[in-house]
């Protein structure tokens, strides 16, 4: 398969001890959701995809994306996009200059200015370029960090604990944005949870880890197992 | 050479201007203490100078000044902070005395003890004040009060300086150390503040602040502007000594400079070595303390002397700031008026020019050094956070390095050494001397708020598809711009309060505003001094105030940069 992103016998060790192991492939538009307890290696593993393993961790393995072995590209060349719980927005440039800073270099400013404000638009946000990010509500925030992810034009799309800040009524709605767009642009989307309900709503692939290391697949149709 | 190959070699390149010129000066200092001086025709080895050096009659008193002084500063500065943190931390009272004392922390050395001289002495501030109408006197009373022979004088002007310092130290370990919940926890057990801190807090805060209880300690017995400013002439201490013998035309004098140089550095080694004992010793006594259980019957009274000397020593910082300034303008003086006959631009017409080219002289070193040990600390720990190196304990150990070896044991060899070489003394080799001091501070500012950085910013930004060299540029030093500009500002304070770096490498030929403020104490010009002091220390406020403004100003519309 070409396209979409593959896990190929990823294996995440903490010192010399495997903590997860992940073999599987997302399809583009699916969603693979990974569920386990706080601590078992699930952000650990979404750092190995986007090239950000911290120093005590090491991993075997491999991540295709789009056919291209991304394995060992730098991080910021690997066109995997990321969404956290926290908004994570730059609190020194504006809204409209926190977009401008995931679009790709090139094209007239007056280009630019009109993706931005695309982009604004189409979440229901117009106006706000020059807003403080600080001065938005949860729910906001969390759609300027989903909008300038994705006009960096990613080929994937990782999501670690995305939703959890927010609270019950926003949070189906971010949901739904989130996976929407993902969908509309075929992206693959592999997300980290800890919450079923959210496992449930992303309606693929789930892969369920104890504290034991070992892994059970729900919906094992495309997983290689 | 690109960048990208140029930052692995950054940490190197930092410990290489941190210890290069400690171990050339060190060096510098054995060779001519074994009467090995080129430059004067002499060749070693001979034990002469250290004959020389142990016939001085005034050695006795110059190594008990300095071992006492230093030790004596260190024990009580140290005291006050702890039993004022234990008392007081998260009280109105500590948060206006924090307050009070954090800009302390940027007076240099010698300005603080010029305030001083000028607030204690017989015709100071203080006996002004009380006289004639406490006190009766008329005309100042005949007393040895500033360079007494004991070195008191000169143990509170330590004190009134390194008081500030510990106490921000020990306030950014305090976080670390979930103190509040302990106290919490000891109070709900029936022990008093004080007790329950040192019994529960103590030794966790302790062992942090253990490398800069060092440095004060090395600094303190081997200090030479405040000695000179406030300590004995009759012996002065041995560092002053030394400093005397480097400044002697005849160049053999060097010889009984270095081998003194030796002492100093066996002396501050030894002190070291005791002072670890002790802490071994009080480790014990504190265990049966905490095992008999005392409550702390005392702790209401401890904790109000310790907020009492601590206020004290606040104040005798500032009030003699008030007094320098009120000198650089007065006119007519006479004693016992508390305040001038008339005010004057006279004094800053006179030196004003000449304190204008030290302050080029000096703002040019400070500038340059502080930018360079900026970039490097920078470059480190980008390098640190790029390549994932974990820095040891043992390598914070070696930042403190240059801040133990006493100065006065290792720039005297440098400026022998330059001089054997043939190398030019001035403006290039200060800057390099002051960035050994400069570095380690600007390093330990920056360090925390720099690895505290939120590193998800770093993914989100590369996920975003920047460059490590365009996250760094476009977002993390942007967002680090506040605590960027403080350790800059530290760098700039410390470069301006060098006094023996600027001398000895500067030949002289330096005109610093601190030496030329140190070299004007020998003389009795007061409004002299008020102008230089006063000018002295705005070179070092000034930077701080705007390391605050500049960030306020730049993310007034920032909400998310506005604290912290």
């Known amino acids: 398969m070409d396209k979409g992103l593959s896990l190929r016998d990823v294996t995440i060790y903490k010192g010399k001890s495997p903590l997860i192991r992940v073999h599987h492939d997302v399809a583009p538009g699916e969603v693979l959701t990974i569920m386990g307890p706080s601590g078992v290696g699930k952000s650990t593993l979404l750092a190995f995809v986007t090239g950000t393993l911290a120093a005590d961790f090491s991993a075997t393995g491999a991540v295709w994306l789009d056919g291209q072995d991304i394995t060992h590209a730098a991080a910021h060349q690997r066109r995997v996009g990321i969404l956290f719980q926290d908004d994570l927005l730059f609190p020194h440039l504006s809204v409209g200059a926190n977009l401008a800073f995931g679009l790709p270099p090139g094209g007239t400013r007056a280009d630019r200015q009109a993706r931005i404000d695309g982009a604004l638009a189409e979440v229901g946000l117009d106006g706000f370029a020059t807003r403080d990010p600080a001065t938005l509500s949860g729910g906001q925030k969390a759609r300027v960090a989903l909008m300038r992810m994705l006009l960096s034009d990613p080929c994937a799309l990782l999501l670690d604990e995305p939703f959890s800040r927010l609270d019950a009524a926003l949070r189906a709605q971010v949901r739904e944005m989130v996976f929407d767009r993902a969908r509309s642009r075929a992206l693959p989307v592999l997300m980290v949870t800890h919450d079923a309900e959210d496992a449930q709503a992303a309606g693929g692939a789930i892969i369920t880890l104890g504290d034991d290391c070992g892994s059970r697949t729900t919906d094992a149709s495309r997983s290689h197992q | ?564």
């Open chain 2, 1 to 564: 050479m690109s960048r990208r190959r140029l930052l692995p070699l950054l940490p190197a390149l930092t410990l290489l201007a941190l210890l290069g010129p400690v171990a050339a000066g060190l060096w510098g200092t054995v060779l001519p203490a074994f009467g090995h001086l080129p430059a004067a025709g002499l060749t070693g080895p001979s034990l002469e100078p250290f004959r020389d050096l142990f016939g001085w009659a005034g050695l006795p008193r110059a190594v008990m000044l300095s071992v006492g002084t230093g030790v004596l500063a260190t024990v009580i500065s140290l005291s006050i902070v702890m039993l004022v943190t234990a008392g007081w931390s998260g009280t109105r009272p500590f948060c206006v005395l924090e307050r009070l004392l954090s800009p302390l922390l940027a007076v240099p050395h010698a300005a603080a003890a010029f305030g001083l001289a000028f607030l204690i002495a017989p015709s100071g501030w203080l006996a002004r004040l009380a006289s004639p109408g406490l006190t009766g006197w008329d005309r100042p009373p005949d007393l040895l009060i500033v360079q007494d022979s004991w070195g008191l004088a000169m143990t509170a002007g330590l004190i009134v300086k390194e008081v500030p310092f510990l106490l921000l130290i020990t306030l950014a370990a305090l976080g670390q150390a979930d103190a509040q919940r302990s106290v919490r926890v000891a109070q709900a057990l029936g022990y008093g503040r004080v007790t329950g801190w040192l019994k529960t807090v103590f030794p966790r805060v302790y062992a942090q602040i253990r490398p800069p209880v060092y440095v004060v300690l090395a600094y303190a017995m081997s200090v030479v502007d405040v000695a000179v400013i406030l300590g004995p002439n009759t012996p002065p201490s041995l560092s002053v000594q030394i400093v005397t013998l480097m400044s002697d035309p005849d160049l053999s004098m060097r010889l009984e400079a270095a081998a003194a140089a030796l002492l100093q550095l066996a002396l501050v080694v030894g002190a070291l070595m005791v002072w670890r004992f002790g802490e071994v010793v009080v480790a014990a006594l504190g265990r049966r303390w905490v095992a008999s259980g005392g409550r702390g019957k005392a702790d209401t009274a401890v904790a109000g002397l310790a907020l009492a000397a601590g206020t004290v020593s606040a104040l005798a910082v500032f009030l003699g700031l008030i007094v320098m300034a009120i000198w650089s303008f007065a006119g007519f003086w006479g004693f016992p008026d508390a305040l001038p006959d008339t005010m004057t631009l006279a004094n800053w017409a006179r030196f004003g020019s000449g304190t204008l080219e030290a302050l080029g002289e000096t703002a040019l070193i400070a500038v340059v050094v502080a930018m360079v040990a900026l970039v490097l600390t920078i470059g480190c720990l980008e390098a640190e956070y790029r390549h994932n190196i974990r820095v040891s304990q043992r390598a914070v150990w070696l930042l403190y390095l240059p801040l133990l070896i006493p100065q006065t044991a290792f720039l005297p060899g440098l400026q022998t050494l330059m001089l054997n070489l043939g190398a030019d003394i001035g403006r290039g080799p200060v800057m390099l001397a002051h960035l050994v001091f400069v570095l380690p501070y600007v390093f330990l500012s920056l360090a925390d708020p720099f690895r505290a950085w939120d590193a998800r910013m770093g993914v989100i930004a590369a996920a975003l598809r920047a460059s490590p060299d365009r996250i760094l540029w476009r977002v993390r030093l942007p967002m680090l711009l506040r605590p960027i500009l403080t350790a800059l500002a530290v760098g700039l304070a410390v470069s301006v309060g060098q006094y023996l770096a600027t001398l000895l490498i500067g030949g002289g030929r330096v005109a610093t505003l601190t030496t030329e403020a140190v070299a004007l104490a020998s003389g009795a010009d007061r409004r002299a001094i008020g102008v230089y002091g006063l000018m002295q220390t705005g070179a070092a406020l000034v930077p701080f105030t705007l390391a605050l403004l500049i960030p306020a100003l730049v993310w007034r519309n920032r909400k998310g940069l506005r604290h912290g």
